[in-house]
Nanobody, 125 residues
Framework: QVQLEESGGGLVQAGGSLRLSCAAS????????MGWFRQAPGTERAFVAV???????IYANSVKGRFTISRDNSKNTGYLQMNDVKPEDTAVYYCAVGLVSSFVAGTRVADFGSWGQGTQVTVSS
């Protein structure tokens, strides 16, 4: 079982930037797809971005062009660079890993078996 720990959340003004990190331990990180999801109060957990073991990335339309997902397998760490943030980006952000087939997009909560505890991102207007 892979353990994940997010960091980097906080309060940021609209138009600003933030970088989230996700440190993994207890597994072979390079084998996994890594995803970022977010959950605002009263809503379901929603897909943000995924990076497959191959490096292929997929983004939610709401963040495309503003957020960048990446990974450093040598450090067992994944990242989510958030630029030009908006108040509607306010949520708890979760990273997750899973053995997602290359034939699967990896955009569903059910695609991932290990989750971090989440980090709060608050964007002020």
């Amino acid at each position: 079982q892979v353990q994940l720990e997010e960091s980097g959340g906080g309060l940021v003004q609209a138009g600003g930037s933030l970088r989230l990190s996700c440190a993994a331990s207890g597994g072979t990180f390079s084998r996994y797809a890594m995803g970022w999801f977010r959950q605002a109060p009263g809503t379901e957990r929603a897909f943000v971005a995924v990076i497959h073991w191959s490096g292929t990335t997929i983004y939610a339309n709401s963040v495309k062009g503003r957020f960048t997902i990446s990974r450093d397998n040598s450090k067992n760490t994944g990242y989510l660079q958030m630029n030009d943030v908006k108040p509607e980006d306010t949520a708890v952000y979760y990273c997750a890993v899973g053995l997602v087939s290359s034939f699967v997009a990896g955009t569903r909560v059910a695609d991932f078996g290990s989750w971090g505890q989440g980090t709060q991102v608050t964007v002020s207007s």
